[in-house]
């Protein structure tokens, strides 16, 4: 339920989506869900933001690493390798991450995007001013053998 706390342990599988309220050396395998093949390691939002601070103070901002600065986010699916902490729930069931990945493999249709919607378009009328296109030619292709064989 949204709003839950959960205690984390190594081993773990993550129910849902939600946000690190404590940890202790947290790290994550998210490679189920992102690709990502690296450890990603996890804290609350007050340690993440100290050690991006840190890092922006001693001129690193621009040299940092992608994993330099802790995430907050925990995903649903993911798999903790190390270390202990606490979440608290954000999304669960069909919203979280996991569901929304299960929602596109049972081929549930999302609504389309204003993108999908144009390219739609453009498909219909390519292919009506290609049925158009091809009509005509058969009908000049007609005339021509039609002209060559009266005279």
């Known amino acids: 339920m949204s709003g839950d706390i959960v205690k984390l342990f190594e081993g773990m599988e993550i129910p849902a989506d939600g946000y690190c309220l404590e940890a202790s050396d947290l790290t994550m395998d998210e490679s189920a869900m992102t690709g990502e093949t690296d ?16 890092i922006i103070h001693e001129g690193g901002k621009n040299t940092a690493g992608r994993h330099d600065v802790p995430s907050v986010v925990i995903m649903s699916g993911t798999r903790i390798l190390s270390g202990e902490g606490k979440m608290m729930i954000i999304v669960v069931g069909d919203n979280s991450c996991l569901g929304k990945i299960g929602a596109i493999l ?5 609504e389309a995007t204003p993108l999908q919607e144009k390219l739609e ?22 005339l021509r053998f039609a002209i060559v064989r009266i005279s």
Do not use: M, Q, W, Y
């Open 39 to 54: 450890p990603i390691k996890k804290n609350n939002i007050l340690k993440c933001i100290e050690t991006r601070n840190r």
């Open 106 to 110: 049972r081929g549930d249709d999302p």
């Open 121 to 142: 378009k453009i498909a219909r009328d390519i292919g009506r001013l290609g049925l158009i296109g091809s009509v005509c030619i058969v009908f000049v292709l007609l």
